[in-house]
Nanobody
Framework: QVQVVEFGGGLVQAGGSLRLSCAASGSIFFVGSLGWYRQAPGKQRELVAVIISDGSTIYSDSVKGRFTVTTDNSKKTAYLQMNSLNPEDTAVYYC???????????????WGQGTQVTVSS
């Protein structure tokens, strides 16, 4: 099994910054991608940023230029640096890991429990 844990949420004023961390552990052979998604009250979960195994990144238009996703050398930990936060960024942020347990295995989705980010105006 694979465990995904997020850290770093909290309350910040508009214009401020936060850094989220996501650690994937367990039976992991290969990490296809680590991604951040968010869900605001009454809204669907949406993609925020993803970093692929080759290092390429994908960002939603709403966060481009403000958020940066990176990984560490192990590629099992991802970070989301969030700058210039605004109240519209308020949501529960979830980490997604696409991993497999061996070269014979397909990639599977694993989700963290989520971390609350609240931006006050």
């Amino acid at each position: 099994q694979v465990q995904v844990v997020e850290f770093g949420g909290g309350l910040v004023q508009a214009g401020g910054s936060l850094r989220l961390s996501c650690a994937a552990s367990g039976s992991i052979f290969f990490v296809g991608s680590l991604g951040w998604y968010r869900q605001a009250p009454g809204k669907q979960r949406e993609l925020v940023a993803v970093i692929i195994s080759d290092g390429s990144t994908i960002y939603s238009d709403s966060v481009k230029g403000r958020f940066t996703v990176t990984t560490d050398n192990s590629k099992k930990t991802a970070y989301l640096q969030m700058n210039s936060l605004n109240p519209e960024d308020t949501a529960v942020y979830y980490c997604n890991a696409k991993t497999n347990s061996g070269p014979w295995d397909t990639l599977h989705d694993y989700w963290g429990q989520g971390t609350q980010v609240t931006v006050s105006s």
